[in-house]
């Protein structure tokens, strides 16, 4: 799995292990989108090991908007965006702007949007 992120970040980013079975990737390219990045990671994870051992992956992000906020912020921004992908149907990719919305606003909110 590491090697498909490194893979799928590219040269967009950098990306490392963040602790235990957690990934961190920073995207730097400001022409990128961080969410269809996270949605080819996931996707190729789900192809590439569909045949060997299955593994899906629970995604999450956030976009740094405020330059106030800190970098531990900012993961745990990512971090909980992760666990609504978990909590929330599981191999999918969620951007932190969902957590924030009521239920019935998601699909009405341009800015945030969940990959299943």
Avoid: W
């Avoid at 090697?3 to 040269?11: C, E, P, Q, T």
């Avoid at 909980?80 to 951007?95: D, I, L, P, W």
Wanted: aromatic letters at 10%.
């Amino acid at each position: 799995m590491a090697d498909i992120l490194k893979d799928v970040v590219g040269s967009h980013g950098v990306c490392g292990r963040y602790g235990g079975e957690e990934m961190v990737a920073l995207i730097t390219d400001p022409h990128c989108d961080p969410g269809l990045i996270a949605e080819k990671f996931r996707f190729r994870v789900e192809e590439e090991t569909k045949l060997i051992y299955p593994v899906t992956v629970s995604v999450g992000y956030s976009r740094l908007r405020d330059d106030e906020l800190s970098a531990d912020e900012f993961i745990k921004q990512s971090d909980e965006a992760m666990y609504f992908s978990k909590q929330n149907g599981k191999n999918r990719v969620t951007n932190y702007a969902v957590t924030l919305v009521e239920d019935d606003d998601i699909e009405s909110n341009p800015d945030s949007f969940v990959f299943d």
